[in-house]
């Protein structure tokens, strides 16, 4: 049975940080991207890493703030998120892709989601 679970969503202050964790269980994975999505705005993707290579990519608003990381032996994938701001408040979702990837692909290219960690950012 595969199983995707996030976890290490929160209530922070602009400035803040978190990191989220996406253990993903009864799968290997061929790459795991995080999305979030804002109330009234389309779920977006901000990273993604592939298992084989770790190799990361993310959507360029994230750039030099969140880093996504994984521990293969755990199939866990995290994505730590630094200097936050009001307008990275939103549900963080995990998506696992056991088919070929390719970079920063779409929500529909992915079979396995998580349910959700919230991220909210506010003074």
């Known amino acids: 049975q595969v199983k995707v679970v996030e976890s290490g969503g929160g209530s922070v202050q602009p400035g803040g940080s978190l990191r989220l964790s996406c253990a993903a269980s009864g799968v290997t994975y061929n790459c795991i991207s995080w999305f979030r999505q804002a109330p009234g705005k389309e779920r977006e993707a901000v990273a993604q890493i592939y298992f084989a290579t770790g190799s990361p990519y993310y959507t360029d608003s994230v750039k030099g703030r969140f880093t996504i990381s994984q521990d293969k032996a755990r199939r866990t994938v995290y994505l730590q998120i630094n200097s936050l701001k009001p307008e990275d408040t939103g549900m963080y979702y995990c998506?696992?892709?056991?088919?070929?990837?390719?970079?920063?692909?779409?929500?529909?290219?992915?079979?396995?989601w998580g349910q959700g960690t919230q991220v909210t950012v506010s003074p």
């Open positions: 998506a696992a892709s056991t088919e070929y990837c390719v970079i920063m692909q779409a929500a529909f290219q992915y079979k396995f």
